[in-house]
């Protein structure tokens, strides 16, 4: 597929079948966050991937959106702040951004795959903590459920080009 077809094409899922995620397609989003750049490459990010089937109610303590629970699957991107790039001039540390440029490859390929997303970073990160068991260095970036599409995309308002892009300043 051409990729900006497919960008066009990605949409957040905000109803999902019940049908299982082949495993094979699991592999493919899998390796394609793991192909993500990073910097420096050091890949200071984590993937959950957690079963929704018989974990509904504390998948609904850290977002209680009831398509958040249809999808069989929830992926979670974490970062390990202390395997990340640190710039020098400020001590920026850039594991954050690295992993959800890694959720965001793993969400390009589903959509690819015919798989649905939806990025959510509005979450509980207290209950998430919890539930998934994250290490103190370990911070959540985003969430996504991850299944079959049951719903269809609506029109994406996006801001023109032109207010977005500066040449040579600001």
Not at 5 to 16: E, N
Not at 73 to 85: K, M
Not at 136 to 155: F, M, Q, R, S, W
Request: charged content about 25%; glycine content about 4%.
């Amino acid at each position: 597929m051409e990729f900006l077809k497919l960008v066009q094409q990605r949409y957040s899922v905000r109803a999902y079948k019940p049908n299982p995620v082949e495993d094979a397609k699991l592999a493919q989003v899998l390796e394609a966050a793991r192909l993500a750049p990073t910097a420096a490459n050091h890949q200071p990010f984590r993937l959950i991937v957690a079963k929704v089937k018989g974990r509904e109610a504390d998948l609904q303590r850290i977002y209680a959106r009831k398509w958040f629970i249809q999808a069989p699957l929830v992926i979670c991107a974490c970062s390990v702040h202390d395997q990340g790039w640190e710039r020098e001039d400020d001590g920026a540390n850039y594991s954050t951004v690295d992993a959800a440029i890694a959720m965001d490859h793993l969400i390009l390929a589903a959509t690819s795959l015919g798989l649905g997303t939806c990025w959510v970073a509005a979450f509980d990160p207290i209950a998430a903590r919890q539930v998934f068991g994250l290490p103190e260095n370990v911070e959540l970036v985003a969430i996504t459920p991850l299944g079959y599409p049951a719903d269809k995309p609506l029109p994406k308002a996006r801001k023109p080009l032109a207010d977005l892009v500066h040449y040579e300043k600001w």
